[in-house]
C-alpha cells in the first residue's frame, strides 16, 4: 500500500506562515486527486483543500484566501502554503491521495503532521 508523507508542521505565532508538503513517490499509479484535511481535538476531520488531476481546486471557506494547494512537478506530490496561520487553525494535518479504477476509488493517508498556531 502506498502512504503519503507529510512534512513541515510546527509550532507558529499567530500570523505566521508554514509549508506543508506531501509525497507519496514510487506508487505505481498516480493519484487523480489530493488533498488536505486536518483534525483538531474533538472535533471531526475536515476537508482543507484538494486538487484535482487536471488542476481544479477546491477550498473550505474557513482558509479560503489565505491557504494554496499545489501540485508539485513530480508524481503524486502536494504542497499546502498556509499565510496568515489564526490559533483556529492549531490541528493535525493530513495528506490524502485518491486513486481510482473503474467505479471504484481508494484514500491514500498519511500519518499526519501538527501544526501548532500560538504565541
Known amino acids: 500500500q502506498v502512504h503519503p508523507v507529510e512534512s513541515g508542521g510546527g509550532l507558529v505565532q499567530p500570523g505566521g506562515s508554514l509549508r506543508l508538503s506531501c509525497a507519496a513517490s514510487?506508487?505505481?499509479?498516480?493519484?487523480?486527486?489530493m488533498g488536505w484535511y486536518r483534525q483538531a481535538p474533538g472535533k471531526e476531520r475536515e476537508l482543507v483543500a484538494a486538487v484535482g488531476s487536471i488542476g481544479n481546486t477546491n477550498y473550505a471557506d474557513s482558509v479560503k484566501g489565505r491557504f494554496t494547494i499545489s501540485r508539485g512537478t513530480a508524481k503524486n506530490t502536494v504542497y499546502l502554503q498556509m499565510n496568515s496561520l489564526k490559533p483556529e487553525d492549531t490541528a493535525v494535518y493530513y495528506c490524502?491521495?485518491?486513486?481510482?479504477?473503474?467505479?471504484?476509488?481508494?484514500?491514500?493517508w498519511g500519518q499526519g503532521t501538527q501544526v501548532t498556531v500560538s504565541s
Open positions: 490524502n491521495g485518491r486513486h481510482c479504477s473503474g467505479i471504484s476509488c481508494s484514500d491514500y
Open positions: 514510487g506508487s505505481i499509479f498516480s493519484f487523480v486527486g
